[in-house]
């Protein structure tokens, strides 16, 4: 039986393997030993699947959460196209999704029933100015707008970053200087950096700027930078407006055993061989995708949807409780609001590094494809995102989230009993996890995220970086040339090549509605308490203090590691048998805080990370925590802002806000490609469930997990 089962995979799998022997491992390779070596990792007659899920696009919605079709998407343009002022000529359209009904109407909606209207969300440019509109389907209109909301413009679209990258390849200044540092301009790579915002001279205009690279001998350029020269475009007048070009001492790095693609590598790694290696599922994966959008598994179900930026949006979490067996809710929405990297040079070349990828660049539109068996493992279910470009029209972006169960070897409870005692007692069990991930790919940089569903409740928030460091180019090829170390703003990664001292923080916007809407903030503060003489042989203790936050101004939380808290979100109307609120906290994990100067432009447009954690008061215009409009923003509309106001926050509709952060001090393994570097926090029930939720959790039994085995031992 379990035989015949295996085989059964079998069959499809060679054919698979063939095809991916023939991808993998082109016939006329060089290195010799090399590919002897990895011909040998090819066993044809191994007996497992290679099962890739492909999605669906739906064609009409099917939840009221659901992203706007390829139809509706059309539509909207049709109705854009008939609108007044757009009349003369078509803007470009730097954001169109849906406008999500009120919460209120989606928390009702129920299978069967109508739908609230289907509206888009739209950000278009034209002729200078910004226009924030409301499309509505159903009525076939436009039925909200404004133009220049604040400060800042939209997201960069494709079409912004190809003529950035064409007009500065035909600029003749561009081309002399490029030339005269002895560079083939067939081998010039450029990349557009945005340029944050630094006071009147680039503003009333969109600007990006332009730095170029040589990608001569090798595809990662980036480890090969024209140092110094920065070209600053007017995206709209299409011209060169500035460039400055001081960096011609500085050689160009040579950039040798850069390319890291599997094919261009000539030796072995120095290490023992492991075997092919993979989670077994005989009976395949547990989890279901319904209706294109609704994930359920085990004791959990939830929307996910792609979204150009935020990449992916996970909406109406909602958990099983472990009594009752009825759907409790957790999160109405939960997505990375900004991710913001500034960079720790002041140079002309580098002061203005200091990116908010999200609202600039878009964690959606930045992610590409997925590599099946790599970035996902077997019997990973693909979704597709569905978006637009800058000329209104759809396009697909295949396979950019999956969904897969997690069985890392891991134990969710055990405990065995020492026989003393009475009882002969080992009980563990397994710990699988249903993960959600997506990989953006801004320039240089690739940030994984990862939204990871435990069956005892609790869901881990994971985003890991790898991907090129950005380096700027030195003449010095060793340290012992440094006259002074502590000059340079980054090590030496390779000769000529160093590598910035940068950050990275990354803002998620959770909306957490504990059993319902209505929730409150809670500190649990850990207090030192000392004993009175002769009161204890003990000198000192620790007690927990709740405080619930009544206003925003009381939710905005430093960590301290000697003054710590716990940080609950509860329902204070939702009691437990024992009368505790019910509630999740959100649990740190290791980050990093920002130190740049409070009034640094930089620092005032991400003011958003002046806090790790941050509640306001629930509002549909308050998404993005660095503002609606990103892009050369001054900072007047971020959640920094926002919690200046000061609203109540007891027991009403709250967001809570986390912020990850990493300080990167680059070194040599960074180089030419950085292995991944993770971190994470969880939310986590805490008086949640009546009591531990996976008591009753099955174990393993030997008779549940055939063995798959090379077929020839049969
Ligand atoms: C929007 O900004 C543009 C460019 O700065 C300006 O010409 C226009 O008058 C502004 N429109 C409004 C309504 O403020
Ligand atoms: C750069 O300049 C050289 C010499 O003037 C010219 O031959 C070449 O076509 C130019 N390249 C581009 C891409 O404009
Ligand atoms: C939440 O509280 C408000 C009063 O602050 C009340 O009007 C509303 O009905 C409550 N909502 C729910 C879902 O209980
Ligand atoms: C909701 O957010 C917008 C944008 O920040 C703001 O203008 C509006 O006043 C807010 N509404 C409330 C009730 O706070
Ligand atoms: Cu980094």
Redesign the pocket.
Known sequence: METASCLRFCVLLFIVLIFFARYWYPPNKPGFLWSSYNNARIHPNLACVLETQISKLNETPLHPLDPLTAQEINKVRAILSTYAPFSKSFPQIHSLSLDEPEKSRVMDWKMGDAFPPRKASVIAFLD??THVLTVDLDLGRVTSYV??RSSGYPMLSMDDIAVASQVTRSNQEVNKSIMARGVDFSNVACITPSPGWFGPEEE?RRVVKVQCFSSQGTPNFYMRPIEGLTVTVDLDKREVVKISDNGRGIPIPKGTNTDYRFTAQEMPPEMEPIGPISMEQPEGPSFRIEDGHMVKWANWVFHLKPDQRAGLVISRAMVRDSESGGLRSVMYKGFASELFVPYMDPDEAWYFKTFMDEGEFGLGATTMSLVPLNDCPRHSHYMDGLFVSADGRPYVQPNMICVFERYAGDVSWRHSENPVNGFEIREARPKVTLVVRSVATVGNYDYIFDWEFQTDGLIRIKVGLSGMLMVKGTSYENVNQVPNEYEMTGPLVSENVIGVVHDHYITFHLDMDIDGSNNSFAKVNLVKEKTVPGQSPRKSYLKAKRNVAKTEDDARIKLKLYDPSEFHVVNPSQRSRLGNPTGYKVVPGATAASLLDLQDPPQLRSAFTNNQIWVTLYNRSEYWAGGLLTYQSKGEDTLAVWSERNRPIENKDIVLWYTMGFHHIPCQEDYPIMPTVSSSFDLKPVNFFASNPILRAMPNFEKDLPVCRPASSY
């Open positions: 200078g100015e133009t220049n009333d």
